[in-house]
């Protein structure tokens, strides 16, 4: 995957419609951005601010 792809995955303002609509691969874009969704939402629920760790700290990445 490339990792600037992901950085704007990670990018709030860029929706989910407009994502799948620029991708080559839809599945991928939509795993990662539903798992960035739920991981901004624990962090939210944990107090945290809205901001989203960068990809590279995520779980599972290289």
């Not at 799948?20 to 624990?42: G, H």
């Amino acid at each position: 995957i490339n990792l600037s792809a992901l950085e704007v995955i990670a990018d709030p303002e860029n929706s989910l419609d407009s994502l799948l609509a620029t991708s080559a691969n839809e599945a991928v874009i939509f795993c990662t951005y539903t798992n960035l969704a739920v991981y901004r939402k624990l962090l939210m629920q944990r107090g945290a601010t809205s901001e989203v760790a960068p990809v590279s700290s995520l779980p599972g990445t290289a």
